[in-house]
Structure formats: C-alpha cells, structure tokens
C-alpha cells in the first residue's frame, strides 16, 4: 500500500517540509486548504517528483466560518471549500475531507452543506470524506458511516483514523469491513487511548499486531488508495518521528 503523509506534522518554510518529506522516502503527501499554492512551492513539489493525495478542506477557514452554521457563516464555509476544491484539482488530488462541527443538533445543516461540497467536488473528479472525531457531533466511525448511510450521497466517504479508533474504542479491521466501498481515505497516528496526541506510530497503544491487522483488513478491503501518517508538528523532532512511523508502516504492511 502506498504511503503519504500530512505535510502539516512539519513547520517552517514550505519549500523546506517538502524536501524534507522527499528525503524520508514519501512520494505522496497530503495539504491543508490555502497551502503550498504559491508558485515557488508548487514548482518544488514537481522538481521533487511528489503527488498530493488529499486536501484538508476545513482548515484556514474565515473566523466564523462554518459548514453546520447559520446562513451565512456556512455560505462562507462552502465559499472555502470550493475555492479549496478549486487548488484540490490543480493539485490533482483524487480526495479531499472535512470534520464535523461540535453541535450534534446541528448535523441536518452539516449534510446539506456536505451535500453542495460533495457535487462541486464530484464535478472535479475529488471524492469527500468525513472524519471520525472523538469530542465533536460525529464521535465515531460506527455513528459516522450511519450518518453517510443516511444521506445516500454517491460522492461521501468515510476518512478513517486509527487513533480516534483507539480514542473510541472501536477495532479498526471491523471498521474497514463495514465501510466497504465508503471507505474513502486513511489517517494512520498513535495516542495514549485518550487524547487526539498524534503521536509516532507505536510509541502510544497501538501495537504491532494491531497495526498489521489494519493493514490486512485494509489488503481485504475495495479501497485502493494511500494510508496517510499524521503526526503533530508539536513533537520534538517530527522529521525522524515520520521516517520512524514510515519505516513501522512498511514492515506492518
């Protein structure tokens, strides 16, 4: 399975985390909205031979902004996200994803607007997914993939992260199987059981064995694209803490 990374686990120049995700051995990489769209980062990205996978959509929005929010501050919000979707296509990324409010009552105004990103995104060849996450209105990818069901849009997918899997205590290969062909992108971090921490692999409570079995569930599995390491740019040296999670990754595979 190819691997990518989430090019945000590193700060500093642009120019400079591309080279170093080149160095480590990622030839894949995901970005946030409003990032590496000036013309001398995307002429790095191609010197380097790198390919962007997956766009964060929710990221850098307008203060304010909300997909689940009142009128206008979810019109702002969808104003982002098309104009993201818009660099997502230059890019050439296949998927992009958001994460859900906090408000549960507010997930009807989450779906109609996932359901205008999902159109512009399916116009563009870019599939959606919706990201799992422990403390906001979709806590669980169980709850989630309900939640998908629900709406029945042909252009919505699950993001699945295996560390809020161990935050809600949920089996990763059960996980992949239900999904089936909703399953639309992969985020691979470690974290004590309890908090989103974004830790290198192994290095919390994720195992080994727990590892590999992810990666057969996922061998299993119709889904066909990256698993993507994310890591916290907060560690204190992430660039060996993503050639370390690479390398467990790889031998887990």
């Known amino acids: 399975m190819e691997l990518s990374c989430c090019a945000w686990a590193l700060t500093g120049s642009e120019e400079d985390a591309l080279t170093a995700l080149a160095a480590i051995g990622f030839r894949s990489i995901d970005v946030q909205a409003k990032t590496f769209v000036s013309p001398a980062s995307r002429a790095r990205i191609g010197d380097l031979g790198l390919s962007v996978s997956c766009l964060a959509l929710c990221f850098n929005m307008e203060d304010g902004a909300a997909l689940d929010g009142a009128p206008a501050a979810q019109q702002a919000a ?29 997930l009807p105004q989450f779906g109609d607007a996932l359901g205008q990103v999902a159109d512009f995104a399916a116009a563009r060849a870019i599939r959606i997914g919706v990201e799992h996450f422990p403390g906001k209105a979709l806590p669980t990818a169980v709850g989630t993939l309900e939640y998908l069901s629900r709406l029945n849009h042909p252009n919505l997918y699950l993001l699945l992260d295996t560390g809020h899997l161990q935050m809600s205590k949920e089996d990763p290969a059960e996980v992949i199987a239900a999904a089936g062909d909703r399953l639309g992108y992969v985020h691979l971090d470690d974290n004590d059981g309890e908090g989103d921490l974004h830790w290198p692999l192994l290095e919390g409570v994720l195992t080994e064995e727990a590892l590999a079995a992810t990666f057969s569930a996922l061998a299993l599995s119709p889904y066909a694209g990256p698993a993507s390491i994310e890591l916290s740019p907060q560690l204190s040296d992430p660039v060996a803490a993503l050639a370390q999670s690479r390398a467990c990754a790889l031998q887990c595979s």
Do not use: K, N
Request: with cysteine; aromatic share 6%; net charge negative.
């Open 78 to 106: 969808l104003d982002h996200c098309r104009e993201a979707l818009d660099h997502a296509a230059d890019f050439g990324a296949s998927t992009a994803y958001v994460v859900p409010g906090t408000d549960p009552v507010a």
